[in-house]
């Protein structure tokens, strides 16, 4: 079985600065997805960011981008020039075959004015 | 936004009373799921199903059943709700054929109060 492990609770960033939260996974599949979902206040699950497995090449989208260590089993989360509207809690997601998620426990992030 | 239309959005019932939420789908996605969200677990998986009437046990599915008898209903029972069933519960759904990204799409949840 699967598991996603992300080690910080919270963490708080003043606006316009960088934050980089963490993700750890343990998987014996070789192919796999790996997803940063946002939950602001509304309590919808947002798709910020994917990553294929397969693909070496760190995935961007806008402000968010990953880190993807593939042997290390890592998938980090930066968010660059942060905004209020980027106050959520962000869970890192896990995907092999059967399209079934296996979700972290969420980073809970703040952003500061 | 995909089409996925939760109820109730929020119930609050008493222990040992049955209590069925619904997820209804207007994309046509064959692959439908339920999750619980809690404090420190984020969401886990309770059911999931792959087609009408093709439904299997996630990893938390003990007090739980499901039923899905068309594309676009399915259907989570608490056949005898207790506390530790309070959660927020989401309905999401998937369709590889449609897009083969692995990407889920949520429902806005459905927040449950077992008394």
């Known amino acids: 079985a699967q598991t996603v492990t992300q080690s910080q609770p919270e963490m708080s960033v003043q606006e316009a600065e960088t934050v980089t939260l963490s993700c750890t996974y343990d998987?014996?599949?070789?192919?796999?997805?790996l997803f940063w979902y946002k939950q602001p206040p509304s309590r919808q699950m947002i798709l910020v960011i994917r990553?294929?497995?397969?693909?070496?090449q760190n995935a961007t989208e806008n402000r968010f981008s990953v880190n993807f260590q593939k042997a290390a089993k890592s998938f980090s989360l930066k968010i660059s020039d942060s905004q209020l509207g980027d106050t959520a809690m962000y869970f890192c997601a896990f995907e092999a075959a059967g399209n079934k998620l296996t979700f972290g426990g969420g980073t809970r992030v703040l952003v500061k004015p | 936004d995909a089409g996925i239309t939760q109820s109730p959005r929020h119930k609050v019932t008493e222990t040992g009373t049955p209590v069925t939420l619904r997820c209804h789908q207007t994309e046509n996605h064959r692959y439908m799921y339920w999750y619980r969200q809690d404090p420190g677990h984020g969401l886990r998986l309770i059911h999931y199903?792959?087609?009408?009437?093709?439904?299997d046990k996630g990893e938390v599915s003990d007090g739980y059943s499901v039923s899905r008898s068309k594309t676009e209903d399915f259907l989570l029972t608490l056949e005898s709700a207790t506390s530790s069933q309070t959660s927020v519960y989401f309905c999401?759904?998937?369709?590889?054929?449609?897009?083969?990204?692995?990407?889920?799409?949520f429902g806005e949840g459905s927040r449950l109060t077992v008394l």
């Open positions: 199903s792959y087609g009408v009437k093709d439904t």
């Open positions: 998987t014996s599949e070789n192919n796999y997805y």
């Open positions: 990553q294929e497995a397969y693909k070496q």
């Open positions: 999401a759904i998937s369709d590889p054929l449609v897009a083969n990204t692995g990407e889920l799409f």
